[in-house]
């Protein structure tokens, strides 16, 4: 991607926007906006758009300057079909120089020809004796794409990220373990276990991409059974191999119009307090979280939590 001296010139000397935050979910079924702002002092949801794929750049350039939110910081979250996600040994290489180590250990794992861009996070805890660390890779062409497009809507990248990490953002940052069980729409299950704010565990389930389909019934028939089996073994490994507390509560957030029925089948099959996720932020009256992308919405968010970190580093140099 090539940024012209002019160009990026021009993107310094904006002038701030006057919304707090803004996060893209780019996703095979489109683009998916969410800003937002200071209102009462409360970091609040105001906005909420998606664009078809077809010609977005255009769509989002115009909608940006539409809405005034030149330079917002933005948070560019990739969904689960457009990256693939490995987990790794973590190379024997000093930090610096982990990186690039990882291009050549992950490379087989990934099993593709594309040219991609990889980066890592690490694990929080391991089983006992392993030393492995999480590879994100994603094809490069489409990534450079993407940020070409964004840029040249008249937005500020602040960062790049990915659907399991973007929706952790969205829960509490107690000590308690949570597992979220959320689904775009036509896509597989993402199961996380997140606690502390930080991925834990984290695994794609197939065979529920029609579970809108489903009537009430048909769920209480099998599919609530299937998916507590799948929650089970999940929790094991976390509570028996990565050594953690039992979780307190389970999150749904399924492409079913039937929430509240399928989390109460789960909270009896699992005794888990299980109920459909409401993330615990302020937002326009106007607005519905069923309504929106979690990882767009948690891609907003995280860029008050960079924040607040950067400024509490600076108060602990200080």
């Known amino acids: 991607m090539r940024v012209g001296w002019r160009k990026l010139i021009s993107y310094l000397n904006r002038k701030p926007s006057g919304f707090a935050s803004l996060g893209i979910e780019y996703d095979i079924n489109g683009l998916h906006l969410c800003a937002t702002q200071e209102v009462d002092g409360q970091h609040t949801w105001v906005l909420n758009q998606t664009f078809p794929l077809q010609d977005w750049q255009s769509s989002l350039k115009s909608f940006v300057e539409e809405q005034q939110l030149q330079n917002t910081k933005t948070t560019l979250v990739f969904a689960t079909k457009k990256y693939k996600l490995v987990q790794t040994d973590k190379p024997?290489?000093?930090?610096?120089?982990?990186?690039?180590?990882?291009?050549?250990?992950?490379?087989?794992?990934?099993?593709?020809?594309?040219?991609?861009?990889?980066?890592?996070?690490?694990?929080?805890?391991?089983?006992?004796?392993?030393?492995?660390?999480?590879?994100?890779?994603?094809?490069?062409?489409?990534?450079?794409?993407?940020?070409?497009?964004?840029?040249?809507?008249?937005?500020?990248?602040?960062?790049?990220?990915?659907?399991?990490?973007?929706?952790?953002?969205?829960?509490?940052?107690?000590?308690?373990?949570?597992?979220?069980?959320?689904?775009?729409?036509?896509?597989?299950?993402?199961?996380?276990?997140?606690?502390?704010?930080?991925?834990?565990?984290?695994?794609?389930?197939?065979?529920y991409e029609q579970i809108s389909s489903f009537t009430e019934m048909e769920l209480q028939m099998g599919v609530s059974e299937t998916l507590s089996v799948e929650l089970q073994r999940s929790m094991d490994f976390f509570e028996s191999q990565l050594r953690q507390a039992p979780v307190k509560k389970i999150y749904l957030n399924l492409d079913t119009e039937h929430q509240g029925v399928l989390a109460k089948l789960i909270g009896d099959a699992m005794q888990v307090e299980s109920e459909p996720f409401v993330p615990d932020f302020a937002k326009s009256e106007e607005l519905q979280w069923a309504d929106t992308s979690l990882a767009a919405l948690g891609g907003a968010f995280s860029v008050q939590e960079v924040e607040e970190q950067t400024t509490n580093e600076s108060g602990d140099a200080a």
């Not at 291009?103 to 006992?128: G, H, I």
């Not at 094809?139 to 990220?161: N, W």
């Open 92 to 207: 024997a290489v000093p930090e610096e120089e982990l990186a690039q180590a990882l291009q050549w250990s992950a490379k087989d794992l990934l099993m593709t020809q594309d040219e991609v861009v990889m980066d890592y996070f690490d694990l929080p805890a391991q089983t006992m004796g392993a030393n492995k660390v999480n590879v994100v890779a994603i094809p490069k062409a489409e990534l450079f794409d993407v940020c070409q497009g964004v840029l040249e809507a008249g937005l500020f990248i602040e960062r790049v990220t990915v659907e399991e990490l973007a929706t952790c953002e969205l829960l509490p940052k107690n000590q308690e373990g949570y597992v979220t069980v959320f689904q775009a729409p036509g896509a597989e299950v993402c199961l996380n276990i997140v606690k502390a704010g930080k991925l834990y565990f984290s695994r794609r389930i197939k065979g």
